[in-house]
């Protein structure tokens, strides 16, 4: 392992498990989107930079959390940036409920203790 992957700072992954408020469900989809561009988006470019994001419905699945928000940051300081800036839009508690939040780091194990990381890969 090379002296520049045992410093530098691993990304961060955190797993952000929402429910939908009745305020969210009762705006159209046009307004959904709209709310998230006008909101979300500019407070995140604001605040922050090396920030990405992925989003899942799960209410097909669980009655208790109806998305899971996949945020990728670059270091823990762009995810501390990030949560501040959501935090700041609508979205944090009126019209997601933020149920639970599960953050990591891919492969933790692996820089830890300097092995090469183990993973499956279907094909």
Do not use: C
């Not at 929402?18 to 989809?29: S, Y």
């Not at 700041?88 to 953050?103: A, Q």
Request: hydrophobic share 45%; proline share 3%.
């Amino acid at each position: 392992m090379s002296a520049n992957a045992e410093t530098a700072e691993a990304p961060v992954t955190a797993f952000m498990l929402v429910k939908t408020t009745p305020e969210w469900l009762a705006l159209t989809i046009a307004e959904r989107v709209h709310a998230f561009t006008t909101h979300v988006l500019p407070a995140i470019t604001a605040k922050t930079t090396g920030v990405r994001s992925r989003f899942y419905d799960t209410e097909f699945y669980s009655a208790r959390v109806t998305d899971v928000w996949v945020w990728e940051a670059d270091d823990h300081r762009a995810y501390q940036l990030l949560i501040d800036a959501l935090r700041e839009t609508p979205f944090w508690d009126r019209y997601f409920e933020v149920v639970e939040i599960l953050v990591g780091t891919e492969n933790g194990y692996a820089r830890t203790y300097g092995l090469e990381a183990v993973a499956t890969i279907s094909t």
